[in-house]
């Protein structure tokens, strides 16, 4: 029997919810009296919803402005600058003030990138693109980097940045953070991505007295045969457990205590149990190395951010820059919004004692919902088709 203390939400509160959100960030404007910013908002959420283009939804709401008017829209609506385009995208990702527990609380924050693949030219000039090793075709990306909190339940994403070719890691983490600091939350250790492994960025950390955790990459040519390993190649080489190193590069040095651990698997071709050697790079974090490879784990979290962005994403081919990262912020703001909803209306409990029921309301159900209410509100119900004359 269902309990008689039942609680309910609708498409059209999660409707509601989304665009005053990102209304009250004032990224867009009336653009005529067409193209209200009520109206490109909807479009764009239905665009995103069903992940699909903005010509795409254009043609089915019959409503609605045309592709071209909702781009130049865009284009003369959006913040010119890029400092101002992304503290405006990063107010929008918070459905609201924080609540004063997280306030009071100290949080672990996972920090990663994310390669789009490019296959075009930059719009304007080659800082635009991050260039790196081939994958998927091509050395070209949209380069972004996000910072999450990785706690059960509360897995908001609370910091995007758009990375150019010529910034260094130091810059943009040092963005992400003060993005967070300005939102009030403390911050308890940092769990950061295999590219943040460099003496400037460890150097940085310590100097802000950040507790940090990353793995350890090695670099350069391997050991001969013959000659003894030194280093990390010698660390590698130890049993499981915590040893002092030094990183050295032309003209800095940097201190960390490096954790050896193990973990198990299963061959993907002869499902063989396999042991594997990790090693994590760690500052004022203190735990066996079981305990700081099951901390680490925690980071891959921001993974499923990532997964759940590209089920909401807009898709398109335009060069610009400041577009794209507004189409990201719109995927992660949809999942922002699905996470505020589980933790304050579907969950079972509050604080520490959140009990999460995904089934209530699953990512893909809340998209459906909001597509369908935009239909509602820009389409007359007539038969989508497409007419054509020889």
Known sequence: MRSRMSHSISSHEVHECAIQGLLQAKLLKDHGWLCSA??????????????????????????????????????????????????????ALMTGPLPRWMRRRKWQIAIDWH???????????????????PQAGTTKFHAYATACIVQYGVRYTLALTWVRRHETTVVVLRRLLARIRDIGLKIRCVLLDRAFYSVP?????????????????????????????????????????????????????????????????RNRKDRRRVQQKLLFAAWRVSGTPTQIRERYRLRFGIETSYRQMRQARIVTCTRNP???LLFVAVALILRNLWVWLHQTRLSDGR?????????RLRFKRLLDWIAHRVSTLLHDGSTPCVRWSD
């Open 38 to 91: 009520v109206v490109l908002w909807n479009v764009l959420l239905r665009a995103a919803a069903r992940r699909m283009s903005l010509f795409a939804a254009c043609r089915d709401l019959s409503e609605a402005p045309s592709d071209q008017a909702v781009y130049d829209s865009l284009a003369d609506g959006l913040p010119k600058t890029l400092p101002v385009l992304e503290r405006r995208l990063n107010e």
């Open 115 to 133: 390669l789009e693949p490019y296959y075009g030219e930059p719009q304007r000039s080659r800082n635009e693109l991050y260039y790196g090793k």
């Open 201 to 265: 960025v460890i150097q940085w950390l310590q100097s802000e007295e950040l507790p940090f955790l990353m793995p350890v990459v090695f670099r350069g040519r391997r050991p001969q045969r013959g000659r003894p390993r030194t280093g990390l190649h010698a660390l590698k080489r130890q049993k499981a457990g915590r040893y002092s190193h030094t990183l050295k590069n032309r003209k800095q040095t940097a201190t960390v205590a490096v954790y050896v651990a193990y973990r198990t698997h």
């Open 322 to 324: 400041h577009q794209r």
């Open 351 to 359: 604080g520490e004692q959140l009990t999460l029921r995904l089934e």
